[in-house]
C-alpha cells in the first residue's frame, strides 16, 4: 500500500494539503462515504468499515432494545415502565462509574503498551482493571445497600425493591464496561460490543418475557431481576471469549503494574465519564423530584428515541479511540490531525442525516410504546439539536482523553454537567417535560464549543470542519 493511499482523504470535507472543496448537500458527503465504504483500500478504509460495523451492531441493538422497551410498557404499563426507566439508568451510572476510570484508560494503556513492546505492562494493566473495578463495584453496591435500608420509608416504596436490585448489578454492570474497555483496546470492535448491546438485550427482553408468562407480578421489579440475569449471562460469554483472544495476541508472561500511574490516569477518567453520565441523564433524574413515573417513562421514551442519533458518535468512537491513542504514541502528529478532522466527518454527516430521518418518523415511533407515549414529540424536537451539535465536534472529547489531556476534558464535562443540573431545575418547574429537554440540548451546544476550542488551544488540532467567522476550519 502506497504512503499516497494511506494519506489522502478518502473523504470530502476531510482536510488535504491541496484542500479539497466539501461538496454541496449532505447528500454528496453520504455518498462519498458510501463509495469509501465499499471500494476504498488502506488504513482508513478499514477504519470506515470498522466504524460501519459497529454502528451496524449499535443499529440492531437499538432495535432490540425497541423491542424491550415496548414489551416491557406494553406488560407493565407506563407507571412501572418510568420506575424501570430510572432504576436502569442510575445502574448505568453507577456501574460506569464503579470502575474507577479503568474502563476507558485500559482502551489506552493496552494499544500504548503493545505498539511500545511493553507486554508486561499490558497483561498488568488488564489484570488491574479487573480487580480494583470487582472491589470498588462491590463496595459501592454495599454502601448503596446499605444506603437504602437506611433512608427506610423516606423512599417510595414502589422504588425500594427496584432499587435494591439495581444495586445486587452493580459490581457486574462495572465488569461488564471494563470487558468492553478492554476489548476496544486490541481493537476487538465486535467482541466489545455484540455480548454488551446484541446479547445482554436479547436475554432481556427473553427473561423477562419468560417471567411473565411463568406468572411473575408484571412490575418494575420482575424487569430488573431479567437485568440481572441477562447482565451476568452476557459477562461471562464476553469475559471468556476475551481471555481467549489475549491468549492469542499477548501470550501468557511476567505482569508489571503501574498502578499509581495508572491510577492518575483513570480517576480524572471517571470523572469525565461520570459528568458525562449525568450530562445524558440530568433531565431523567431531575424530572423524578417533579413529574410521575407515567410522565417520567414518556420523557424517556422519546429521548431514548433520539438519542438513536448518538449511535454514529457510538461506532464512530469504538473505532476512533485506539487509533487516538496509537498515533500519539507515535508522536504522528500530521496523521492525528488528518484523523480527527475525519471522524468529525464520519459523525457529523451521518448524525445530521439520521436526526432528520428520527424526526420524521418520531410519532410513529413513540405510538409503538403506547398511543399516549405520541405526546412526547416536542421532547425529540428539542433534543434533536443538542444531538446535531454534539456530533459536530466529531470526537474532540474522547481525543482529548486518549491523547494526554483527559485532566482538561473532565474539567470541561464537569463544569457543562454543573451547568446542565442547574439549568433543568430551573427550566422544568417552568416548562414540565420540554424544559428538561431545553436544558438538554442547551447543555451540549456550550458544551461542543468548549470542547472543540480546547482541542484547538491544547493541540493546535481542529474538529470542526467550518468555524463561523473563519470559514472552513483547517
Not at 504512503?3 to 470530502?12: E, G, I, M, R, S
Not at 440492531?60 to 415496548?70: C, G, K, N
Not at 407507571?79 to 476510570?101: P, T
Not at 489475549?246 to 498502578?259: F, K, Q, T, V
Request: hydrophobic share 55%; glycine share 8%.
Amino acid at each position: 500500500m502506497s504512503a499516497t493511499a494511506d494519506h489522502t482523504p478518502l473523504l470530502p470535507g476531510t482536510a488535504s494539503a491541496a484542500g479539497q472543496r466539501a461538496p454541496d448537500g449532505v447528500a454528496a458527503h453520504l455518498l462519498a462515504i458510501a463509495r469509501a465504504i465499499l471500494t476504498g483500500k488502506g488504513d482508513q478504509a478499514r477504519e470506515l468499515r470498522g466504524a460501519v460495523s459497529a454502528l451496524a451492531v449499535r443499529v440492531a441493538a437499538a432495535a432490540l432494545v425497541y423491542l424491550s422497551q415496548i414489551v416491557i410498557v406494553r406488560l407493565v404499563g407506563g407507571f412501572e415502565y418510568g420506575i424501570f426507566a430510572y432504576v436502569w439508568v442510575w445502574l448505568i451510572i453507577l456501574g460506569q462509574v464503579s470502575n474507577l476510570g479503568f474502563g476507558l484508560a485500559i482502551i489506552r494503556f493496552v494499544p500504548e503498551y503493545v505498539v511500545r513492546g511493553e507486554k508486561a505492562l499490558a497483561r498488568g494493566a488488564i489484570r488491574a482493571s479487573r480487580g480494583i473495578s470487582l472491589v470498588s463495584g462491590t463496595l459501592i453496591a454495599a454502601a448503596g445497600i446499605a444506603g437504602v435500608h437506611l433512608l427506610g420509608d423516606r423512599v417510595e416504596s414502589h422504588y425500594v425493591w427496584p432499587l435494591y436490585l439495581m444495586l445486587v448489578c452493580v459490581p457486574l454492570m462495572t465488569l461488564q464496561h471494563v470487558e468492553e474497555g478492554i476489548a476496544r483496546g486490541f481493537n476487538w470492535v465486535n467482541l466489545a460490543l455484540m455480548p454488551v448491546y446484541i446479547v445482554r438485550v436479547v436475554l432481556l427482553l427473553g427473561f423477562l418475557a419468560t417471567a411473565i408468562l411463568l406468572g411473575a407480578p408484571a412490575t418494575a421489579a420482575t424487569a430488573m431481576s431479567a437485568g440481572i440475569g441477562a447482565t451476568f449471562v452476557s459477562f461471562v460469554i464476553q469475559y471468556r471469549m476475551i481471555n481467549r483472544g489475549i491468549e492469542r495476541d499477548l501470550p501468557a508472561g511476567p505482569r508489571n503494574y503501574r498502578l499509581m500511574t495508572w491510577s492518575l490516569i483513570a480517576l480524572p477518567l471517571v470523572v469525565l465519564d461520570s459528568s458525562g453520565l449525568v450530562q445524558t441523564h440530568a433531565d431523567l433524574l431531575v424530572l423524578n423530584a417533579f413529574v410521575t413515573p407515567d410522565q417520567l417513562g414518556i420523557y424517556y421514551a422519546a429521548a431514548k428515541t433520539i438519542s438513536l442519533i448518538g449511535l454514529i458518535n457510538f461506532a464512530v468512537t469504538a473505532v476512533a479511540n485506539q487509533k487516538f491513542a496509537a498515533l500519539n504514541a507515535r508522536d504522528d502528529h500530521a496523521a492525528l490531525s488528518r484523523f480527527i478532522r475525519q471522524t468529525t466527518v464520519w459523525t457529523f454527516w451521518p448524525a445530521l442525516a439520521a436526526a432528520a430521518a428520527l424526526l420524521v418518523l418520531g410519532k410513529p415511533l413513540l405510538w409503538l410504546f403506547s398511543p399516549e407515549f405520541t405526546v412526547g414529540y416536542s421532547v425529540m424536537l428539542i433534543l434533536a439539536v443538542g444531538h446535531v451539535a454534539k456530533a459536530y465536534s466529531g470526537q474532540a472529547e474522547m481525543c482529548l482523553s486518549m491523547i494526554g489531556y483527559h485532566k482538561h476534558a473532565a474539567w470541561i464535562l464537569v463544569a457543562t454537567m454543573v451547568f446542565n443540573v442547574a439549568l433543568n431545575f430551573a427550566l422544568i418547574p417552568l416548562w414540565g417535560v420540554n424544559g428538561a429537554a431545553t436544558a438538554t440540548a442547551l447543555s451540549l451546544v456550550i458544551q461542543t464549543i468548549v470542547l472543540s476550542a480546547a482541542l484547538k488551544r491544547l493541540t493546535g488540532h481542529q474538529a470542526l470542519l467550518w468555524v463561523p467567522g473563519l470559514g472552513k476550519a483547517g
